[in-house]
């Protein structure tokens, strides 16, 4: 396994860059990073989230039903439709990055929808009733009332998210996306007889970054716990 | 482009739909049975006062929820051959190796997670339950029945039936070994009809129906079983 890492670890971490594009594990991370945070999918849940919890019952039932449809059907599923549908909607031919990332976004948005969901639900309901009670409205209430302590609750999910979306990425390689996956394939077809090492350092690139992520989230959990605990 | 979905009852096109839907049900369903067998080894050995025995389970467990499944798969697929015995192999190889090989890793991967869900089931009722279930005179099947499960089940049950849903939408990351379930189908009968609207379209309701079948049985047990009130 070291002998794999030693003789690939470079292609592992960032593919054939600088001379081709990024790959390996960097890429696996921009993809992730922007798939779930940076502005594209976290909007996209808020207003999933907000769509649900509120009143505008169209709206909700819109919603509702992308949740419910996103949360249904695999990754790999979704990807399809993105290599399909997306050139005939724009009409030029799109990057596999690209498609790759927008179905990433769609995907994701349906889970962070349901956690952004369940922080506002987490709040008491006197919250909004008091902000509401002292003249804000419903969009200042959000604003400075409710959304402010329900985002703080959820970080630890979100980071818990993110987990999930590095290990979600893991099945672009399929439509030629350059990550870690498909660069422990390609080192796999060069090496042909050392399978069981190549994947394993494939496996333990996850595992450590993962197990990482996750423990932070953890650590998250117990520090904002303990902040609601403390008395006023 | 003209959408027609009759195109997918055609002679050529339903076999292949049904068996690719076939197959991973099958997938699904032995590596629902395999996890759920391991998970319960896995639980009880946590229970075994042995340090090195439950630091093993600890590292089993968190190589299972922190390393992507189909790497998983992969790891099995292309690498345990090289280090399982020749008699087990040639066995494997007999059958349908794509298959057992991704049964295997979708199990392993699902019994992680089934046995942390057991886990904390069984962490909400308190010991003293099982004494105070004893001392009114239940045997210790009685108490295990009558007062330790219907607590443990409302809390492990709801969890359980999420990473199902969870399990039955990995079962498609199958194809990237080869096996011939539904998303494997789903890209073979585009390439041979080029028809990709319907044949997506198909697919995609058939993942989503079976797992709206999955989310409404955690909703109902929810609702008919809803976690103890703490007094």
């Known amino acids: ?232 | 482009m003209d959408f027609q979905l009759s195109f997918l009852l055609s002679a050529d096109v339903l076999p292949l739909l049904f068996k690719g839907m076939a197959t991973t049900v099958r997938l699904f369903a032995c590596a629902w049975v395999l996890g759920m067998l391991v998970a319960l080894l896995l639980v009880g050995l946590r229970a075994v006062p042995w340090r090195w025995l439950d630091w093993l389970v600890a590292v089993f467990v968190e190589y299972h929820r922190n390393v992507p499944t189909v790497v998983q798969i992969m790891v099995w697929y292309f690498g345990m051959p090289e280090i399982l015995p020749r008699d087990i192999k040639l066995w494997i190889n007999r059958g349908d190796t794509e298959f057992l090989f991704a049964m295997i890793a979708l199990a392993l991967n699902a019994s992680a997670f089934f046995a942390e869900d057991i886990r904390s089931g069984m962490r909400t009722v308190p010991h003293t339950q099982l004494e105070a279930a004893r001392s009114i005179g239940l045997s210790a099947f009685g108490a295990l029945w009558h007062v330790i499960l219907p607590q443990a089940l409302r809390i492990s049950v709801p969890p359980l039936i999420n990473r199902a849903l969870i399990l039955f939408k990995d079962t498609s990351l199958a194809m990237a070994i080869g096996v011939v379930e539904m998303t494997y189908q789903t890209k073979a009968i585009e390439n041979l009809t080029f028809r990709s609207m319907e044949v997506f379209v198909a697919a995609t309701l058939f993942y989503l129906v079976a797992s709206l079948v999955l989310m409404a049985l955690g909703a109902w047990f929810n609702q008919r079983f809803p976690p103890a009130h703490k007094g």
């Open chain 1, 1 to 232: 396994m070291l002998d794999i890492l030693h003789e690939y670890g470079l292609m592992f971490l960032v593919g054939t860059w600088p001379v081709g594009p990024l790959g390996g594990f960097a890429n696996t991370l921009v993809l992730a990073g922007l798939g779930l945070g940076l502005g594209l999918s976290f909007p996209l849940a808020m207003l999933l989230a907000l769509a649900r919890t509120g009143s505008i019952r169209w709206l909700k039932m819109l919603a509702t039903v992308w949740v419910y449809t996103f949360r249904g059907i695999p990754l790999v599923m979704v990807v399809f439709w993105a290599y399909f549908l997306l050139p005939v909607m724009i009409d030029t031919t799109v990057p596999a990055f690209a498609t790759a990332l927008a179905a990433i976004v769609v995907y994701e948005s349906a889970f962070l929808a349901e956690i952004v969901r369940a922080g506002l639900d987490g709040l008491p309901k006197g919250q909004m009733e008091a902000a509401r009670s002292i003249g804000l409205s419903y969009a200042q209430a959000m604003k400075s009332v409710i959304l402010p302590q329900a985002l703080l609750n959820i970080i630890p999910s979100l980071v818990s998210q993110f987990v999930s979306t590095i290990k979600a990425t893991s099945i672009v390689y399929i439509i030629g996306v350059q990550e870690i996956t498909f660069s422990a394939q390609q080192i796999n077809s060069i090496e042909m007889t050392r399978a069981l090492s190549v994947f394993l350092v494939l496996a333990a690139f996850y595992f450590v970054a993962c197990l990482e992520l996750s423990q932070f989230a953890r650590w998250l959990e117990a520090r904002i716990r303990a902040r609601q605990l403390r008395p006023a």
